[in-house]
């Protein structure tokens, strides 16, 4: 059994960044690929970025390439987003989640993933 939490959000302005951080217990970290997903008001979970096990192949929603990092630190049983030039439009609770069919996969579906932080909230004024 694997939990994820999330911290790392928060208010900022048009432009601003942000970096969320998951950190992982109960499993082998390592062997999990990591995914970060959103839901903004009103809209469906949508993926945001997904990285393998040992942090060498990541995939981007195109919306978001460029301007987010994803990376982890397997010995810290963390995962990061680094959001820079973030837009309104990119306000929404951000989830990171484990795959737990393995290392290797970078899914872009919610269903792939197993486990599922809580959240936390992002919010871009304008």
């Known amino acids: 059994q694997v939990q994820l939490v999330e911290s790392g959000g928060g208010s900022v302005q048009t432009g601003g960044s942000l970096t969320l951080s998951c950190v992982g217990s109960g499993g082998t970290f390592s062997s999990y690929a990591m995914g970060w997903f959103r839901q903004g008001p009103g809209k469906e979970r949508e993926f945001v970025a997904a990285l393998n096990g040992n942090g060498d192949s990541t995939y981007y929603v195109p919306s978001v390439k460029g301007r987010f990092t994803i990376s982890r630190d397997n010995a810290k049983n963390t995962v990061y987003l680094q959001m820079k030039s973030l837009k309104p439009e990119d306000t929404a609770v951000y989830y990171c989640?484990?795959?737990?069919?393995?290392?290797?996969?970078?899914?872009?579906?919610?269903?792939?993933?197993?486990?599922w932080g809580q959240g936390t909230q992002v919010t871009v004024s304008s």
């Open positions: 989640a484990a795959d737990e069919r393995g290392a290797t996969m970078l899914a872009v579906s919610s269903y792939d993933y197993y486990y």
